[in-house]
């Protein structure tokens, strides 16, 4: 479930990350890009600042996109949620606006392997193509997925 309310400002957090001058824990593996022909690549696990974190019920921190800026995977009033590798509802960029990571044609996955898979959608920033050649891999696992069929 999606946190409604934060207490520290997106803005805020950034700017404390990177005075800090070290980058905030995160299990996307680097060299981890999505691709938008409005906004070119969107880089997952950058080099600085806090990176993307991939949790059982939800993605947390900020993807940086060269055109578009910080992409905030856990928006006040809006999150990215995880249901065992499908993800849904909504990221926020200020200069990218909503991106929907379940549209009505498309939507994006996490494989057993780990690899982001599907297309996520922003007004402003078009189509986001998850299957790249740098393709986007955490390090989270589902959650019973050899379980599954509920043998235990």
Known sequence: MCHLLRAIQPALAIALVLASGIAAAAN??????????????????????????????RLTGFAWSENFGWIDLAPVGACVSNDLGQLSGYAWGENAGWINFAPPIGGVVIAVSGQFNGWAWGENI??????????????WPESDVIFADDFD
């Open 126 to 139: 078009g189509w986001i193509n998850f299957a790249t050649q740098s393709p986007v891999v955490t390090t």
């Open 28 to 57: 996307i593996q680097p060299g981890a890009y999505a691709w938008s022909e409005n906004g070119g690549w969107i880089n997952f696990a950058p080099t600085s600042g806090p990176g993307v974190t991939v949790a059982d019920s």
